[in-house]
């Protein structure tokens, strides 16, 4: 029973679109992230937020936005899909250090 | 720079015997470690951690070892099943430390042949 939801699983978009990744937790988690994966490589952290209103960049950079203006939601925006964002998008929330992540199940993203 | 290495891209172990995934550090401030477990198409799931306090962590087939000295920590899972066959990523985070961000290692890819 997954706690964190990524909407859609599976997304093809073509260049130029605008996209949103949804991500919504009912852990009540102030701190949720952003991760982007590469086939075989790490998860790089693409954004984080500490609660509402808050959001940062992380260690990658990513010309994607973000928001927070709901604890339960962290939205992902790229304003023009491009084939260089074709990656998978992980969403993970945490109640805090020593406690670890719970991460939805990812949107494999491809833009043609 | 990575900060959390796992050297070993696959690891090929028959059923029944001990699997055993290294993971090495290289930021002396790290003081949580974390293993997570990965399906494709799936997102990770968390399997075992441990603190900087201990160096030894045990949870059913799952244990997991931690060397400060050497900046290394080790899962052992035995014995190996089937259904461990997956992608497994060693994390590590630092109390204290930008947004408490873990950092993944580019994971190992554990085969467990019948």
């Known amino acids: 029973e997954a706690d964190i939801y990524q909407t859609p699983r599976y997304l093809v978009i073509g260049t130029g679109k605008k996209i949103t990744l949804e991500c919504s937790q009912t852990?009540?988690?102030?701190?949720m992230y952003w991760y982007q994966q590469d086939p075989g490589m790490e998860l790089h952290l693409i954004h984080y937020?500490?609660?509402?209103?808050s959001t940062e960049k992380g260690d990658l950079s990513s010309e994607s936005t973000v928001s927070r203006i709901r604890t339960e939601h962290f939205p992902l925006t790229l304003e023009s899909a491009r084939p260089s964002h074709t990656s998978q998008y992980l969403c993970?929330?945490?109640?805090?250090w020593g406690y670890g992540y719970t991460f939805g199940s990812g949107t494999r993203l491809t833009v043609v | 720079d990575q900060q959390v290495k796992q050297n070993s891209p696959s690891l090929s172990v028959q059923e029944g015997r001990i699997s055993i995934l290294n993971c090495d550090y290289t930021?002396?401030?790290?003081?949580?470690f974390l293993w997570y477990k990965k399906y494709p198409a799936e997102g990770p799931t968390f399997l075992i951690s441990?603190?900087?306090?201990?160096d030894k962590n045990e949870d059913g087939r799952f244990t997991v070892f931690l060397n400060k000295s050497a900046k290394h920590l080790s899962l052992h899972i035995v014995p190996s099943q089937p259904g461990d066959s997956a992608v497994y990523f060693c994390?590590?985070?630092?109390?204290?430390?930008?947004?408490?961000?873990?950092?993944f290692g580019k994971g190992t890819h554990l085969i467990i042949q019948p």
């Open positions: 993970a929330s945490s109640s805090g």
């Open positions: 852990m009540g988690h102030d701190k």
């Open positions: 937020s500490y609660g509402v209103n």
């Open positions: 930021n002396s401030m790290f003081d949580y």
């Open positions: 441990i603190s900087s306090i201990k």
């Open positions: 994390a590590a985070s630092s109390q204290g430390g930008g947004a408490d961000g873990l950092t």
